[in-house]
């Protein structure tokens, strides 16, 4: 079993739609959670971090994790074309240690 | 604006042959990484340094060996190329400590070994 589980999709949703993301993990140690954004022949990008349990905001963007169930997600309000990308996420057990990545889910936001 | 430079977007190298990676960033990090990536299989940790001269060994080493003899600089060498290390191999920089989860990227080099 993987650590981290992300369906890897693809997933298509017309413009305007809410988008849910989700990874689910095993390793309760993890601290810190990810999510980056990954656009064609382009490497990721951070868009959200989350420390601990919670949800955080930020503008169309809302990363949720609930560590009693070991399971994070990522909403986008109002999709545009312009979030069609792969969305990868990670976790950290924090301090220097290594991240650890979804396989990532590949998003397609159709006009 | 932060940015990483990986040396070649493409490459088409041998089997046998021996392959350099270079990897600059210029946002004064302390660690620096190496990835590859595969469709199915995700981002996987190769080798990572957290200072000059040091490294430590990710996920998936075999194969694989690395150099950093200044802090901007990382380089990834695959010592006798093989068709299995066909991939997307991704260098990151991030600061040591509480905001190492902060990792930027550079664009990746799609290297084919025939």
């Known amino acids: 079993q993987k650590e981290v589980e992300q369906d890897p999709g693809p997933l298509s949703v017309p413009e305007g739609a809410i988008v849910s993301l989700n990874c689910t993990y095993s390793?309760?140690?993890?601290?810190?959670f990810m999510w980056y954004r990954q656009y064609s022949r382009k490497g990721p990008e951070l868009l959200m971090y989350?420390?601990?349990?919670g949800n955080k905001e930020d503008g169309r963007f809302t990363a949720q994790v609930d560590k009693s169930s070991k399971y994070i997600s990522l909403f986008i309000r109002d999709s545009q074309p312009s979030d069609s990308a792969t969305y990868l996420c990670?976790?950290?057990?924090?301090?220097?240690?290594?991240?650890?990545f979804g396989t990532g889910t590949r998003l397609t936001i159709i006009p | 604006d932060v940015k990483v430079t990986q040396s070649s977007r493409y490459l088409v190298k041998r089997t046998g042959e021996k392959v350099f990676l270079e990897c600059v960033q210029d946002?004064?990090?302390?660690?620096m990484f190496w990835y590859r990536q595969d469709p199915g299989l995700g981002l996987r940790l190769i080798y990572f340094?957290?200072?000059?001269?040091?490294?430590e060994k990710g996920d998936i080493p075999e194969g694989y060996s690395v150099s950093r003899e200044k802090k901007e600089r990382f380089s990834l060498i695959l010592e006798s190329a093989s068709t299995n290390q066909t991939s997307m191999y991704l260098c990151?920089?991030?600061?040591?400590?509480?905001?190492?989860?902060?990792?930027?990227f550079g664009p990746g080099t799609r290297l084919t070994v025939t």
């Open positions: 946002m004064d990090h302390e660690n």
């Open positions: 989350t420390y601990s349990s």
């Open positions: 990151a920089s991030s600061f040591v400590g509480s905001r190492a989860y902060e990792q930027y």
């Open positions: 340094s957290y200072d000059v001269k040091m490294k």
């Open positions: 990670a976790m950290s057990a924090g301090g220097n240690e290594k991240l650890t």
């Open positions: 390793n309760s140690a993890f601290q810190y």
